[in-house]
Structures are given as structure tokens and as C-alpha cells.
């Protein structure tokens, strides 16, 4: 096994450090649209519904600026959720495939008393702008819908607020994940006027501060100085745009000193439009310079979406072409059995980031726009925390800030960074990732690399560049692993050059399979059987780990565990996962039931959920809620076309022993991380909204 450690040392990390922020900062406004009172009587219909009490908007089309935060002040009569539809017109889908995209679904909080009213705020904008498709086509927001399930007579709006994106950055400074270009990076943000100053050490003669810098809002102007023995050396100062500026400034004649570093803004005398913008500071680094140990590797993980493990040469797929997927799975430890732990992207991407199983976390059960509880733990953030520098490139927005998953990342290149770059309905390439990826390393030089790239040749095979009329659907999905075979095997040449000055360690899998028909089924998220959750997995280390093949099952929520543990970091502490370490080593290690969960997908309505069971001996059991539990020999009969009709009594017994096991694990989850969208209003705030005209 490879002697394999983290950095010696981390590098500080100003946008996790508190700062003392000083100044009033230059006063600046927001747009805002608010109903209220007799506007909002008149404006917004009340109607019931089967689904419950629906309040519509007015249209919106005209409002003017792009909404980033919408507040409801109501009154929920007996309602426990919050159901908000989003209508933004989506030239690709049908309005009833973009609604349900953009359906936010959020538990309400009691009212203080009966009758009472509760206050919900959401931040809806990557509900509006960072969702599926939004890299290849735009559309503001056109209406909105409310919807209380199960409201009685009594619900009311009492006030809705609408406030665009620069509504987040409160006061003069702070903290916050801060987009530009489409790319999020934990950032300062300085109004003119403020500053935020910093005490640190300077490391050593070779130390560098490293930061991007925006301005958002408006024009401004960022700098960064360093007060030193009562004097102020200004290191950098210029002018910020839209989009991310690379910053790096040498700290060497301070070496070994306490000194203060200090982050400020100015903006010119008239503002653009007299609006004051603000500067960003994204993720900015004191690193020491000393280089990096050659036992700390770069770790890259690699997920193609939809990609059926049968579909590739080194699985047994005859006519494959991929040769580099192959290769790959040739010269790494190749896991012949690995289940996805769900069959669509949204529970299967937070499973891999949180190690927590489906039922438990239970991310996308409610709505498409599901987002994880922001105090959970992430794998990229244990990387992060113990040095690494770390990036993700995605082209799906639900494995990204549809899901909450930019968290922990350096700098996330989110779907819509390539918005201009993308045909209408189309999502950013395989190789325009790749070509963000590896800019992004030339970037961090001194710094080891976690990263996680996730493509959708496979997921779009139905595009008309896969000639889906020329041999059905597939043989256009075959066409696409192939495109997607293609660009992968120009990266892993680059990648494994680089491999030369530093290791690397590559975990390539998919996060669901794809049904043609099999059991009555098409596309994802239809079903537990392995046409939609058997996908491939490799471990790739060249030179570090030696080819094998493993015939255990495992999963999805192994991959976190076995991760941290190969480089000596701290589990999470959720994590329903176990090491894979001791197959990696060539050892041998007792097989545990493999979990597959698909409990809704957003267009199937209210279907059952469904769950299964993969044990080591290739048997399956397969339970569909309301009907008796089926057991298949996956050995004998990969298609599971055939229930057994012996035997079956125990692994029903399990999986239903299993169930209930994820049950009171769901709860004291939710306990640990409870639902945060709303309040309820007490009298004394009550009475600060009749003084400001909100309620009766």
C-alpha cells in the first residue's frame, strides 16, 4: 500500500478566520418588489385546490431585476410544508417538466399560537438560475405560485417580498460563498468604506498570499494590505469585474513576523446608475511556499453520469469502444459488483459526498431542488481542512448548488460558468471540464489537488449528435460512452504526465445506470434492479496501487470512507460506509448487504418507494412498498428476470430488518439537523410587523 500522508501543514484560510471588521461601509441599496395589505389582496388570487390552498402571482415578467431571496410572512392554518412553484419560461421542457424543476418544497414551523402567522425565507436562485439546462438557455421569472398542503379556511399571505442577490451580502462585511462567473468560492465580501484586517504569522521567507478577487453590484475597487510595525504597505489594488481575477502577492520580507493583513474597498465618487458595488475576496491563502512532500498525492474523482457498468469493454460489453475507460479499469482495482446506492443523480451525489444512505439524508425525496442541511459534514471539506486545495467541475447542476454541494470547494464551476459557450438544451462538455480542470491546477502549483469532475456525455445520448434514429436509443447511448471514452482518455494523458512530478490517485465511477426497456422501464429513477444501479468503480493509482479485481459488492457510500481512511484523515461522522481499504491492500474482507434506495423521483408523481439488498453471495432482494419482497440470483441471472421461489424468507426478513434500521437512524438525523426555512412569529415580532405595515 502506498505510504501516503496529508500537507505537513495546511495553508491559513482568511475566509474561515472571524476578522475584525471596522467601518460603517458606503450605503447601498437593493432591488426589492413587496406585496402587501390591499396590494397584495389585489395582486395575488387565493384559490383551493386537491393539492390545498394555492396563492398565484402577478406576472412578473416586467419586475425588472433578477430575484435572488423571496420572504412570505403567513398564515398556514394547519399546513406543515411550503410548497413554491417557480415559472420561468423553459423553451426546452414542457411548462410542466420546467415547473417541477423548479418546485421548492420546505417544512413549516408551528405558529406560536393558534391563528398565528410564521415568516419563510428561501434563497431561490439556484432554484431560478442554476438548474437544469440553464447553462444553454435563460428565462426570468415569470410568476410564482404558493401552495399550502392541507391548509384550512383560515390561510393567508400576509406580506411577500421579493429581493434580488445582493440582498445576501448584509452589512459592511462578511462571509459568505460568493459567485462569479458562474464559479463559487468561500469569500470575504468588503463594502466601500470597510475594511476586515487579519493578525497572522507570516510563515517563512517563501510565503505567498493567493486569492481571485470580483466586484459584484456595482464598480469598485479592492485592495489588500499588510501592517507591519505601524506602517501599511498596500500589496495589490485594482479594479474588480464580474468575473474571477487571479491575485498573488509575495510575503517573504515579513517572514516569521506578526503582521496584520488587511482586505478594503473603494468604489469611484458617482456610482454606475448609483449603485455601490462590492469587492469580493475569494478564498484567499497564506501558503508557506516550501513546496510539497511526494507523499501527499492529488485525488481525483471522476464521475460519468449514467453510465451502466455493462456498457463498457472491461464489464464484458462486447462492441464497447472504450479503450480508455478500460485501460483505466485494467490497471486500477476494479470493483466488479459496485451497486449505486440510488438510481438518479441527487440522493446518489449526496450519498458519495456525505457517506449517508438515501433514507437516511433523504435529498431529493421532496422536491428536485432539495438541498443538504448546510452543518453537514462533506468529504471535500475534510480534504480541504487538511490542506488540499479543492475544485469541482460539473455539468450536472443537481451535483452542485441545486444540491448544496459547491460547499467545501474551493472554487466550484458551477453548469452555468459556461453560459454562451453551450447550444440551447445542451450542458458544458466533458472536455470544456477538463480544460477548467486543468487551468485550475496550473493555479495551485504548491498545493495538493482534491477535485471532482462530473460529465453528461452518457446522461444526453438522446441529443441528435448521438443519431439516436440510426439503431434506437442504444445504440445512440453506446455512441455517447464512446464520446464520452474519447475526451476522458486526452485528460488521463494529461493527468498521468503530472502524475510524473506528483502521484496521483483517480476513482472513476458512475452515480446510476440507464433501463432500455428492462422490466417495463426507461431512463433513471425508475427503478432498484441493475440495469440503474450496477456502475462501475475503479481505484487508479499508477505505480502505487497494483491491478486487481474485486468480486464483493459495494457501494457508493464506501467511496468517502474508504478515501479518508487511505490518507489518513478523519471519518465523517454519518458516514454509513465502510473502508474498502483491505480490498485495495489484496485482502480479503467479510461482505455486507449493499443498499440500493429510489424513493421519488420528481416526474413519477407518488409511487412507492422501492429498496434493495445485494449480498455477497450475488443474491437480491428487491421490496416495492404494499408488495411481498422478491429475490434474484444476480450470478445466475444478471437481468433478474427470474425470482427465486426457495430461500427467500431470510433476505426478506433482512431487508425489511434494514429498513427499520434507516427509519431510526432518519430520525435522530433530523434531530441532529433540523429544518431551518422558517419561524414562527412571536407577539413582539408581530408587533415590529404591524409598526412597519406587514400585518393586521
Known sequence: MPDWRPPPSAPIRLAELSGEVSGKGAERSWHRAEWRGERLAKAWHRSEAPQ???FDSPDLTGLGFDPGTIEIVLAPAGASSLRLLLDVPQRVFKDVVALRHREVDVPLPAPAAPGGLVSVRLDIRETLEGNWLDAGTEGRLRAIRVVLPGAGPGARLESVTLLDALAAFRGPAGRRVAEAGGVFRPSWYVAPGARVRFRIRVPGANARLRWHEAGVGGPVRGSVAVVSEGRRQVISSADDGPVWAAREAPLGRWAGRRVTLELSASAPETPQGGRVGLALFGDPRVFDGNGLPQATPDVLIYL????????????????????AFDRLARGGVRFRHAQSNASWTKPAV????????????????????????PDLPLLQERFRDAGWCTGSFVANPLASTLTGLERGFDAAYAPRHWRGRVALGLHPSASQLHEALLGWLKEEPDCPAFAYVHTLEAHEYQLGRYRLDQGGPRAAYARAVADADVQFGALLEALE????????????????????????????????????????LVFYAPGQLPARDVDTPVGL?????????????????????????????????????VPSSLLHFFLAGDEPERHALLFGDLRKVVLEEGRPAQVFDIARDPGELRALEQGTEEPSRRIRAWLEAQRRRREAFEKAHPARAGRPLDSEALERLRTLGYAD
Open 52 to 54: 390545498g390552498v394555492v
Open 304 to 323: 460519468v453520469d449514467t453510465l451502466r457498468s455493462d456498457a463498457l469493454g472491461a464489464w464484458g460489453a462486447e462492441r464497447a469502444r472504450t479503450p
Open 350 to 373: 449526496t450519498t458519495l459526498f456525505t457517506g449517508i444512505l438515501p433514507p437516511v439524508h433523504r435529498v431529493g425525496a421532496r422536491a428536485y431542488t432539495d438541498r443538504i442541511p
Open 497 to 536: 504526465r503530472r502524475a510524473r512530478r506528483r502521484p496521483l490517485l483517480l476513482v472513476f465511477l458512475s452515480d446510476h445506470g440507464e433501463s432500455f426497456g428492462e422490466h417495463g422501464a426507461r431512463g433513471h429513477g425508475q427503478s432498484v434492479y441493475q440495469t440503474e444501479v450496477a456502475v462501475p
Open 557 to 593: 457510500a464506501d467511496v468517502p470512507a474508504t478515501l479518508l481512511d487511505l490518507l489518513g484523515l478523519p471519518p465523517l461522522p454519518e458516514g454509513q460506509g465502510r473502508s474498502l481499504l483491505p480490498f485495495l491492500a489484496g485482502r480479503r474482507a467479510a461482505p455486507v448487504p
